[in-house]
């Protein structure tokens, strides 16, 4: 038997599984890929929300495990995410770091969708739709993201989001070495990099 067997758990396998996150749901006992639950639409990325949809709908009428966790195929698990599995929280999710190397939904009762855990009973007291973007007037720019109305539903549900644990964020990032061996290298997110100035050196 594998473990949290209370659990069901499905990576967003659209860019597929990072190699981290697949050992590490190898242990796990129910697994199913977003991919299997979402043959039929399983097009690009501008059906997640479709996909977060279907998973939570299939979840209910499929399965019969207690919680639905969920793992975006570029989140990498650590021994701090086990936190948010060993939570008892209905709506739990865990800290996160964006690639704009931003603290992702930082605010209380809210949390990414890059890892997190839903139990049967707050998806089943939630309002339709539970994941959806809003838009301006004119669809030209998102105004909240499928992650801040997913927190939202679950606090007019009744169940406030929390966030325990952390989960490690697959990006790329500049590895700058230090003039000193003995140290380690910096690292920055590549926003943070500056322009490259280049004194003009002609007399």
């Excluded at 299997?36 to 019969?64: P, Q």
């Excluded at 739709?129 to 939202?152: D, G, I, Q, S």
């Excluded at 926003?191 to 100035?197: E, I």
């Amino acid at each position: 038997m594998g473990a949290y067997p209370d659990i069901r758990f499905v990576p967003v396998d659209f860019r597929g599984v990072n190699i981290h996150l697949r050992r590490f749901l190898a242990q796990m006992e129910h697994v199913t890929p977003a991919s299997d639950i979402c043959a039929d639409t399983f097009m690009g990325n501008d059906t997640l929300v479709l996909w977060r949809n279907r998973i939570a709908d299939w979840f209910l009428k499929s399965c019969s495990e207690g919680y639905l966790c969920c793992f975006d195929d570029d989140a990498i698990p650590v021994d701090e995410t086990l936190a948010m599995l060993d939570s008892k929280a209905d709506v739990v999710g865990c800290h996160f770091f964006a690639k704009t190397g931003d603290v992702g939904h930082g605010m209380d009762g809210t949390f990414s969708m890059a890892a997190y855990k839903v139990s049967r009973n707050a998806l089943l007291k939630m309002a339709v739709p539970r994941y959806r973007f809003v838009y301006n007037e004119e669809h030209t720019k998102a105004m909240m993201c499928e992650c801040l109305w997913f927190c939202k539903q679950a606090r007019e549900a009744g169940f406030h989001p929390v966030k325990t644990g952390v989960i490690a964020h697959r990006m790329s990032v500049a590895a700058i070495p230090s003039s000193d061996t003995s140290e380690s290298c910096k690292i920055k997110f590549l926003h943070q990099l500056g322009k490259v100035l280049v004194q003009n050196t002609e007399e």
